[in-house]
């Protein structure tokens, strides 16, 4: 129970008075008992010894009564013993066991007997001696006293008493003393025990514990102190830490909020915030029932500028453009980015149609000067479209769509130029936004609904032999409409599903190829459209490796064309690539080679085995004219670097004579062959190897 | 062989008078016989409680008694042969007899022996009075049991002390009653 009592809350005073008093008391009881015992045993003794003296006086006494039969004397001689009066009854017998003699203490003797020693029954009550009583060595008789035990009972239960009194005294008296010395010495613990707490309520690491002594316990309160200053130390290294990463973690919110609803290029606002921007802007012009323009701006040929000089160059015009607009706008207007070349604004609180024109005006000013841009001087215009509320909607999709719709609309009359908005446009436009929309649910599902075709175009050189075959891609929709690339790819691009298309494209072109070498059909080599960016993503040119070694082809087959533009994209990455396909014995072809700025320098590094002619350069041939400076020079350069050359488009015999005449390695066109489908291929190649003219 | 016979009947004869006579005989005798029994042993066991002087060389105790006492016959069938270890002698008294020389005396006169009062002498009688005539202890009966008295003055005399025990059975009287 003690064990219970320590372990659970007493306090350390409580615990060791506890243990002081129980070890006091187990001593007191201990010693208690043993004093008691040892007079008990004494007193047991005493009265032993006693009686036997008595025994031998009356033995002694009564000698000469039994001698000379004298009962009468003998009594008389017991009678002594009347004196002692824990002595019961005495008695002298013959040696016949007759008796001779007897006292009997009288009934009116005063009793010690208490009713504590009444209420003791199992008590032995009586203690008898015997004396024998000698004459000349013959047992003549013997004397028999009984005497009785309640004295010494009795006294064994005043000791008993008195033991236990002093006893309880003594423990007061030593729980005075301990409470007193504890106060004293247990007061130090208090103050720390009550220091923690407060610095435990409070949080408070500048408090400290009073040192109140110099022993074990001012030592703790000393160690505590340190304690509490390395604590509070730390804590303010804390604190600080803790306030700098808040800061940091602010900043970061802020920044990854300004990053989420802001475009990282131009600081504009994005489709998100812009979004959010016009349905407060709504609110406001619902509230104050004022008006307001929405105006979507559109960078005309902008995708040529970033096919053609580079997405870096792009950018850098992307950001001067911005520069340009917000200069001709309000603080209180909001620009936003929505997409690639597609600006918002919202012109807050206009009078009327009027000053939406006013400022659609000055930002095609703003356009007029052209822009400097990585050291190019490039000019671009825009075509905006303008809806206003409320006089077109007072709903934001709608607001939107017709801005888009009048943007739509400028682009359509020659770019460079503003709309409002008109029913007109809405019944115009529907058409063929839900045609742009149709054919991107419908490319979805064209691969596995089988409407896509890989058509082979021959390619010969200048025996008619057929040498190659390009690849292209046909989709025959399912009215058995052709749509052409021109539209698709664009789509596919713009919806992500250009890879999915080129994958399969190509598994297919492995599997008509296996096809044709297992028919016997002589090696021709294969070209395919690649994009510099599909080339740049991971595990694309480990997928063509998989696809050839799937249909167990070797390499040496095929020829990757690659535009100029997508070719001088990170020069350093696209050499990387190629030198890679090329030692796995794949074919490098510039298509359209000489309308893009290909470096000459970089032609002398990239592993290129051939150019293609732009069909751009055979159209302008003029009939009768031997000399074609550009085609001439691209012939002579793919001669002098060693590479093969392929000229598109040949539409006609002079056209063919001419080339023939430059020096040109191979052709393709209408002239030989129309692209032609798998089994068409198959039928040609299984009959001849040549095309005539 | 006949006067074999004759000798064995007489002789068995004797005994069967003797049985007839003892157990017939009143029990007067028989109460007499016990108490000089008792007075035969009482006079041994009270020299016990006596302490003679010591000036009195003692080689061994001499009891006095007349032949004709019967407790004389009662002492010699006790067969009591020392007192305080000494040698006990039974002496009977005759003319001649030196009383000096005795320890004890049984008198079975009324009065002591003037001659002896004050040597170390222990005198005792049966005879009624013999402790206020002088003498020093005097049986006598009380309720059928033998009683002694004493006359501590002739002790005194005498130069003999007897011991308390011994006093504390002994009816003390006084010569001086005697006088009077």
């Known amino acids: 129970m003690i064990k219970r009592l320590l372990k659970n809350s007493l306090s350390i005073k409580n615990k060791i008075i506890l243990i002081s008093f129980s070890g006091l008391a ?4 201990m010693v208690s008992a043993m004093l008691v015992f040892q007079n008990s045993q004494s007193e047991s ?44 009854s005495a008695n002298i017998e013959t040696k016949t066991k007759q008796l001779f003699a007897t006292y009997l203490k009288s009934t009116d003797a005063p009793s010690n007997h208490l009713t504590l020693y009444r209420a003791l029954p199992w008590l032995k009550k009586e203690f008898s001696i015997q004396q024998d009583i000698f004459y000349h060595d013959d047992r003549i008789g013997s004397v028999h006293i009984t005497a009785s035990l309640s004295q010494l009972h009795q006294n064994n239960i005043n000791y008993i008493l008195i033991t236990s009194l002093v006893s309880i005294c003594s423990m007061m008296l030593t729980l005075l003393l301990i409470n007193a010395a504890l106060r004293h010495t247990i007061s130090p613990i208090i103050s720390l025990t009550k220091t923690t707490q407060k610095i435990s309520r409070l949080n408070n690491y500048k408090l400290r514990a009073e040192v109140l002594s110099q022993d074990e316990i001012g030592e703790l309160a000393r160690n505590f102190n340190d304690m509490l200053s390395e604590i509070e130390h730390k804590d303010l290294i804390l604190e600080r830490t803790v306030a700098d990463r808040t800061a940091e973690l602010l900043q970061l919110n802020n920044r990854l909020q300004h990053e989420a609803s802001h475009d990282p290029l131009t600081g504009l606002a994005n489709r998100l915030l812009f979004e959010d921007r016009l349905q407060v802007v709504i609110a406001q012009a619902q509230r104050n029932k004022s008006l307001f323009a929405l105006m979507y701006f559109d960078l005309d040929h902008f995708k040529a500028i970033n096919d053609t000089l580079g997405h870096d160059t792009g950018d850098a015009l992307l950001i001067a453009v911005t520069q340009r607009m917000q200069i001709a706008i309000r603080a209180e207007d909001t620009l936003c980015r929505i997409g690639g070349d597609e600006f918002t604004l919202i012109i807050n609180t206009i009078e009327s149609a009027a000053d939406a024109e006013t400022v659609a005006q000055k930002m095609l000013t703003a356009f007029a000067l052209p822009f400097k841009c990585n050291e190019h001087e490039l000019s671009i215009s825009s075509s905006i479209g303008i809806s206003l509320y409320p006089e077109h909607s007072a709903k934001k999709i709608q607001l939107k769509q017709f801005a888009d719709i009048a943007m739509y609309t400028s682009k359509q009359s020659g770019r460079n130029n503003y709309h409002f908005f008109t029913k007109k446009m809405q019944t115009d436009n529907s058409q063929k936004m839900d045609t742009r929309v149709l054919l991107k649910t419908n490319l979805k599902s064209s691969i596995a609904n089988g409407e896509l075709e890989v058509h082979y175009q021959p390619q010969v050189n200048m025996d008619s032999r057929i040498v190659g075959l390009e690849a292209l891609l046909r989709w025959k929709d399912s009215n058995d409409e052709f749509i052409s690339p021109n539209v698709f790819i664009p789509l596919a691009e713009e919806s992500g599903l250009i890879q999915d298309i080129e994958e399969w494209a190509f598994s297919v072109i492995c599997q008509d190829y296996a096809t044709w070498q297992k028919a016997g059909i002589d090696k021709l080599n294969i070209s395919i459209n690649i994009s510099g960016y599909r080339l740049r993503q991971n595990g694309f040119t480990q997928f063509i490796y998989h696809i050839l070694e799937e249909h167990n082809l070797s390499a040496d087959f095929l020829t990757l064309e690659i535009t100029e533009n997508d070719l001088m994209q990170n020069v350093d990455e696209m050499t990387e690539i190629l030198s890679s396909l090329h030692e796995n014995n794949i074919r490098i072809a510039v298509d359209n080679f000489g309308s893009g700025y290909t470096s000459l320098n970089y032609l002398q590094q990239l592993p290129i085995d051939e150019f293609k002619i732009s069909s751009e350069f055979i159209r302008h041939l003029k009939p009768g004219y031997n000399d ?10 793919a001669k002098t670097l060693n590479k093969s050359v392929t000229a598109m488009g040949i539409e006609n015999h002079e056209q063919l004579l001419q080339l023939d005449s430059f020096g040109c390695n191979n052709m393709q066109g209408y002239l030989f062959s129309r692209p032609l489908n798998k089994k068409e291929v198959s039928d040609l190649l299984s009959h001849t190897q040549f095309l005539p003219l | 062989m006949n006067s074999y016979i004759r000798k064995k009947i007489r002789i068995y004869l004797l005994t069967f008078f003797n049985i007839v006579f003892f157990t017939c005989a009143p029990s007067y005798a028989s109460d007499k016989s016990m108490e000089n029994k008792l007075k035969a042993l009482y006079i041994v066991r009270i020299a016990e409680f006596i302490e003679w002087p010591e000036t009195t060389e003692k080689t061994s105790f001499k009891l006095c008694i007349a ?11 006790l067969q009591i042969d020392t007192i305080n270890k000494l040698p006990l002698h039974i002496i009977a008294l005759n003319k001649d007899t030196a009383l000096l020389d005795c320890q004890i005396l049984y008198s079975e006169k009324e009065k002591a022996e003037v001659s002896i009062i004050q040597h170390p002498i222990l005198t005792i009688s049966s005879e009624l009075d013999f402790a206020r005539q002088g003498g020093m202890i005097e049986f ?23 011991s308390s025990k011994l006093i504390r059975l002994l009816t003390i009287v006084t010569t001086a009653e005697q006088k009077q």
């Open chain 2, 67 to 77: 032949e004709n006492s019967p407790i004389f016959e009662q002492l010699q069938l």
């Open chain 2, 140 to 162: 006598y009966i009380d309720k059928s049991k033998v009683r002694m008295k004493a006359n501590l003055e002739a002790f005194a005399l005498a130069r003999l002390k007897p």
């Open chain 1, 26 to 29: 187990i001593a007191l009881f």
């Open chain 1, 628 to 637: 074609n400076p550009v085609i001439n020079a691209i012939i002579g350069l």
């Open chain 1, 45 to 88: 003794k005493e009265l032993s010894n006693r009686l036997l003296i008595q025994s031998q006086i009356i033995a002694n006494n009564s000698l000469s009564a039994l001698l000379f039969d004298d009962p009468a004397t003998a009594t008389e001689v017991l009678t002594a013993l009347q004196a002692d009066n824990s002595i019961n």
